[in-house]
């Protein structure tokens, strides 16, 4: 058994074998990266392990994260549907589906751009250029909506 099927089956462990996998590889690949570093390391093993963990545990409190707030929308009555409401729904399913998702946790789930950032996993940089641009792309048509 090579160093990368042991890593791989001792994260999967308490942790369903598919995301360890992944760990494990996304650590191999952090180490290649760094292998000029990592190879005086006195456990070279033992980084790539550290590593592999530390993503395991930071997807599963992201999971959590991302549970949590699916837990906590609520579907409205048809009664307290407007027409305002209607118009937002169909503007946003013009975005991309990931746009959607940014525009909708910060939006309508009010997270911060730093906690949308961590619950996707990408850089807050992303996340408010991905709200500039879907605000840039919202405006005229919602404009249009209200106007019509």
């Known amino acids: 058994m090579d160093r990368y099927d042991r890593l791989r ?7 369903d074998t598919e995301s360890a996998a992944d760990a494990v590889q996304e650590a191999f690949i952090e180490a290649d990266r760094r292998w000029r570093r990592i190879s005086r390391y006195d456990d070279p093993t033992g980084w790539i392990r550290r590593v592999a963990l530390n993503r395991l545990r930071n997807g599963e409190r992201n999971r959590r994260r991302r549970l949590e707030i699916l837990d906590g929308i609520q579907v409205l009555p ?17 975005l991309p589906e990931r746009s959607r998702l940014i525009v909708s946790l910060h939006y309508l789930a009010a997270l911060s ?3 949308v950032a961590s619950t996707l996993e990408i850089a807050d940089g992303t996340v408010k250029s991905t709200l500039r641009d879907a605000r840039k792309r919202l405006r005229p048509e919602l404009q249009e909506e209200r106007h019509a």
């Open 9 to 15: 089956a001792e994260r999967g462990e308490g942790f």
């Open 78 to 94: 048809d009664e307290d549907v407007t027409a305002d409401l209607v118009d937002l729904r169909r503007a946003l399913e013009q």
């Open 113 to 115: 751009v730093a906690e």
